[in-house]
C-alpha cells in the first residue's frame, strides 16, 4: 500500500516551480511524493527542503544531494532555512491534513476504523495524546472543541456525555470512545464520527496554531514573486488559507496603510480553488474535499 498518493500533483509543481535551479520547501514531506516530482524537474543548482514532524516520513527520504529533510513540524520553517543557511526561497508547497498512511496504520489512533489507542500525534515524541484531551479538558472546553474544529451539531451534548462516562473509568481507546460517542450519532455515521474525530485530532496537533505560524513564516521566507502552494481539506484550513493569501492574515481583515492603501501581500493566482477532476477523485476518493490555492508574493 502506498505511503500517501500524492493529490493534484501536477497542478501543484505546475503552479509551484518557476526556476528550475531555485529553492523550494515541501512544507508536508510525508510520503515524498511531490518531493519526488519537485526533484525530477530541477537542474542542478535548485534546492528542496522537506519538513515533516512524523518519524515515520524518514523511511521516504529520497537520497538526493539537492534535497535536505527537516524533522520537524512547518511551523519551524524560518528557524530551520536560517539554520541550513537559506534566508529566502522560490516557492513554498503544503498539504495540509493527515496522510493516508496516519489514517491508515491502526496503532497511529488516527480513525474510527480500527480499535487502538486513542492516540492521534502527529508528533510522537508529543507527550499529550487524544485519551489525555478527552479525560482531562473540561466539558466547556470539549464542547468548543467540537464545534469550533468539527462543527459537530450536538457538541454540547457529546461533551457532557464524556465528561460523565470518564468518571467510571480513563476513556484509553478508540473503542472506548466509539462506545460514549456512537449513541450520540446525528445522520450519517461515518461523516459524524469523521467530524469528531477531525476536531480532536485538530486539537491534539494544534494544527491551526501551526497553520498560522507557517503562513506568516512563509510569507517572510519567500522571495517576491515567490508561490505559495496550499491545498487544504475542511473549511476551516481553507478559509484560513483564502484569508491569508487575500489579506495577509487568518481573519481576512483589510489592513491599509497611513495614506489608506489596502495591503495586499500576494497576487492570488487561483479565483477559485481548484479541485481534483472527476478522475483524479475515482482514482484516489481521499482527494475529493481538497482545494488548491496559489499565491504570487508582491513586489515591494
Known amino acids: 500500500m502506498a505511503y500517501h498518493l500524492p493529490v493534484m500533483a501536477r497542478q501543484c509543481v505546475d503552479y509551484l516551480l518557476r526556476d528550475p535551479n531555485g529553492a523550494y520547501v515541501d512544507a508536508t514531506f510525508g510520503g515524498g511524493g511531490h518531493s519526488r516530482l519537485i526533484l525530477n524537474e530541477l537542474e542542478d543548482g535548485g534546492k528542496l527542503f522537506g519538513f515533516d514532524q512524523d518519524e515515520d516520513a524518514l523511511a521516504n527520504v529520497p537520497e538526493d544531494e539537492r534535497f535536505t529533510f527537516v524533522h520537524h513540524n512547518f511551523r519551524m520553517l524560518r528557524r530551520f532555512l536560517k539554520l541550513h543557511g537559506q534566508r529566502s526561497v522560490d516557492g513554498i508547497l503544503a498539504d495540509l491534513g493527515v496522510s493516508s498512511h496516519q489514517l491508515d496504520v491502526a496503532e497511529r489512533g488516527f480513525s474510527f476504523r480500527f480499535d487502538a489507542q486513542l492516540d492521534m500525534r502527529m508528533n510522537q515524541q508529543q507527550e499529550k495524546t487524544a485519551a489525555d484531551f478527552v479525560n482531562q479538558l473540561s466539558a466547556e472546553e470539549l464542547q468548543q472543541l467540537f464545534s469550533d474544529y468539527g462543527e459537530v451539531r450536538n457538541a454540547k451534548t457529546l461533551a457532557q456525555q464524556i465528561a460523565e462516562q470518564r468518571q467510571g473509568r480513563r476513556i484509553e481507546t478508540i473503542a472506548d470512545f466509539l462506545a460514549i460517542v456512537d449513541p450520540l450519532v446525528r445522520g450519517n455515521r461515518a461523516r459524524y464520527l469523521a467530524q469528531v474525530f477531525q476536531a480532536l485530532r485538530i486539537a491534539v496537533n494544534d494544527e491551526m496554531g501551526a497553520l498560522q505560524d507557517f503562513l506568516q513564516q512563509a510569507l517572510e521566507v519567500l522571495k517576491p514573486g515567490g508561490r505559495l502552494v496550499i491545498m487544504s481539506y475542511h473549511s476551516l484550513e481553507d478559509r484560513a488559507v483564502k484569508n491569508f493569501l487575500k489579506a495577509g492574515n487568518l481573519a481576512g481583515e ?15 493566482l487561483t479565483k477559485k480553488a481548484v479541485v481534483p477532476d472527476d478522475e483524479e477523485q475515482k482514482t484516489n476518493p481521499r482527494s475529493r474535499s481538497a482545494k488548491l490555492r496559489v499565491g504570487e508574493k508582491k513586489t515591494a
Open 254 to 268: 483589510q489592513q491599509k496603510d497611513f495614506y489608506g492603501n489596502i495591503h495586499r501581500p500576494f497576487k492570488v
